[in-house]
């Protein structure tokens, strides 16, 4: 069966002029369809790196990216991309920021914008189209971040700890806000996460990656997205069983 991602004997070498760092080996897996899948590891062993090379922004050593059964270097801006910092542009409105994708990438067409548009009202950000970032919440702006990835329509959402910069109480909100806008959009998402209970209460599977130079260690999978509510899933023995797994895993 091909698989929609398919990521194949990655490796990748970082050369300074003075030595060259082995950061990951050999890692394989994939993703399908409408998969919301994690991958945890140890500080350092490579998880961004291993992102950039899926969103094409670094070319691996050796191994392929397969997107629909196409090597990913042929394919351009399939694949979408939201970092720990929500980079938004302060003196850029709301639906500035939003539209600068389609700018760059040159697709400001009517349906695009009528996509925008339909996104904005549905996750309740029309009102605050013409406000600036810093009129809004630390919710609201990864929120305003996730609409700018989705309406270039990606394949894939890359997300790089994309949590970690936002206090207790947000992130619990903001976890479950862009969850809820993942399913309801169908997109096929690879979360980076450092935080065990984040990888387990929202992926249907998670891959675990070794210290560096890293390989995929092992892999789980949970039903834990039929649960709605993320705190729900959290109440369970599925997930409590899980963490304590992965936990062991990595240590
Ligand atoms: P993670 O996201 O899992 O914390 P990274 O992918 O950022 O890890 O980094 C993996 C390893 O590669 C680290 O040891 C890091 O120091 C090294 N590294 C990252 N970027 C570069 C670079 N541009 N040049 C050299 N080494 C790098
Ligand atoms: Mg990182």
């Known amino acids: 069966m091909q698989h929609l991602l398919e990521i194949k004997d990655v490796s990748l070498n970082y050369h300074t002029l003075k030595d060259e760092t082995k950061a990951i080996e050999k890692i394989s897996f994939y993703a399908d369809n409408n998969e919301f899948i994690s ?11 291993l992102l950039s ?9 050796s191994g392929t990216i397969f997107l629909n059964g196409t090597p990913t270097y042929e394919v351009k801006n399939k694949i ?7 980079h938004l542009f302060e003196w850029r409105t709301v639906l500035q920021n939003v539209k600068l994708g389609l700018e760059i990438t040159k697709n400001k067409d009517e349906s695009n914008l009528k996509y925008l548009e339909e996104l904005l009202q549905k996750y309740g950000l029309y009102d605050f189209k013409d406000k ?19 309406v270039l329509r990606p394949e894939i959402l890359l997300l790089d700890e994309p949590f970690g910069a936002l206090d207790y109480q947000t992130r619990k909100l903001v976890i479950q806000d862009v969850s809820d806008i993942i399913t309801r959009e169908q997109k096929t998402s690879l979360l980076v996460t450092h935080d065990l209970g984040e990888a387990v209460s929202l992926s249907d599977r998670i891959i675990v990656l070794s210290k560096r130079p890293s390989f995929v260690k092992a892999e789980f999978t949970t039903n834990l997205r039929k649960i709605p509510l993320i705190e729900e899933r959290k109440k369970t023995d599925e997930y409590k069983e899980l963490v304590e797994k992965i936990w062991k895993e990595l240590s």
């Open 132 to 150: 600036y970032p810093n009129h809004l919440s630390g919710g609201m702006r990864q929120r305003v971040a996730l609409i700018r990835t989705l």
């Open 39 to 49: 991958i945890v590891g140890p500080s350092g062993c490579g998880k961004t790196t």
């Open 53 to 61: 090379i899926i969103a094409g922004i670094l070319k691996p050593s």
């Open 80 to 86: 979408g991309y939201m970092f720990q910092r929500d």
